[in-house]
T-cell receptor
Framework: DAGITQSPRHKVTETGTPVTLRCHQT?????MYWYRQDPGHGLRLIHY???????DKGEVSDGYSVSRSKTEDFLLTLESATSSQTSVYFC????????????FGPGTRLTVL | QKEVEQNSGPLSVPEGAIASLNCTYS??????FFWYRQYSGKSPELIMS????GDKEDGRFTAQLNKASQYVSLLIRDSQPSDSATYLC????????????FGSGTKLNVKP
C-alpha cells in the first residue's frame, strides 16, 4: 500500500460542468501521474508532476488541467466535461526518481452525461 | 504505431500450466520495463520490473527482456485460477524517462 487515495471514487456529472479529481499521497513521492483507462486503450497518461508546481503533459492532455501546490496533493480538473471524458481515472506515484515502479490509487469512475 | 503492443487475448491456460505473455515496444531507447496485474474493477498492481537484458525471476513469475528485439515477456509458472486477470506491460519513454506507456493488456484465464 503506497498510501494513495483518490476522491471522489465515483462521480456522475453533466456535460459542460467543471470537475476536479483529487489524488493524495502520504509518502512524499516527487513524481505523481494521472491516467485514464478506457476499454481497448489500456492506461493513457494525461498529465504528470515532478514536483510542487512542476507539471508536464501526457499523450491525452487536451481538455484537462492539473495543479500541484503541495507535495501530497495532485489535482486533475476537467474544465468543461464532455461525454468523451467518461472513463476511469487512476492516480499513480513513481519511485526511483520517476524511472521506477509505479503504484496506483484505487481509481475514480467518472460518468459525464 | 503504438508505443507498446500486447495481444488482447483472452489467453486460456489450464491450472498448473505455464502462461506466457508477450509485449513489444517501439522506442529502442526505453530503459525501464514493468508488468502489472489488474483484476476487474481494481487498480493495476506491480508484479515485476526489469531493467537489463535477460531473465528476472520472482517466485512463480519470470520476466524476460530482449532489447535488441524490443520485446518483454512474462512467464507465470504453475498458473492458478487466482492469476486470472488482465496483465499490462509498461515501458518508459526514450527522451523522457519519467513518462510511461502502457499496452492495452492481455486477459488471462486460468481454468481449474
Amino acid at each position: 500500500d503506497a498510501g494513495i487515495t483518490q476522491s471522489p471514487r465515483h462521480k456522475v456529472t453533466e456535460t459542460g460542468t467543471p470537475v476536479t479529481l483529487r489524488c493524495h499521497q502520504t509518502e512524499n513521492h516527487r513524481y505523481m501521474y494521472w491516467y485514464r483507462q478506457d476499454p481497448g486503450h489500456g492506461l493513457r497518461l494525461i498529465h504528470y508532476s515532478y514536483g510542487v508546481k512542476d507539471t508536464d503533459k501526457g499523450e491525452v492532455s487536451d481538455g484537462y488541467s492539473v495543479s500541484r501546490s503541495k507535495t501530497e496533493d495532485f489535482l486533475l480538473t476537467l474544465e468543461s466535461a464532455t461525454s468523451s471524458q467518461t472513463s476511469v481515472y487512476f492516480c499513480a506515484i513513481s519511485v526511483g526518481e520517476g524511472m521506477g515502479e509505479q503504484f496506483f490509487g484505487p481509481g475514480t469512475r467518472l460518468t459525464v452525461l | 504505431q503504438k508505443e507498446v503492443e500486447q495481444n488482447s487475448g483472452p489467453l486460456s491456460v489450464p491450472e498448473g500450466a505455464i502462461a506466457s505473455l508477450n509485449c513489444t515496444y517501439s522506442d529502442r531507447g526505453s530503459q525501464s520495463f514493468f508488468w502489472y496485474r489488474q483484476y476487474s474493477g481494481k487498480s493495476p498492481e506491480l508484479i515485476m520490473s526489469i531493467y537489463s537484458n535477460g531473465d528476472k525471476e520472482d517466485g512463480r513469475f519470470t520476466a524476460q527482456l530482449n532489447k535488441a528485439s524490443q520485446y518483454v515477456s512474462l512467464l507465470i509458472r504453475d498458473s492458478q485460477p487466482s492469476d486470472s486477470a488482465t496483465y499490462l506491460c509498461a515501458v518508459n519513454g526514450k527522451y523522457n524517462f519519467n513518462k510511461f506507456y502502457f499496452g492495452s493488456g492481455t486477459k488471462l484465464n486460468v481454468k481449474p
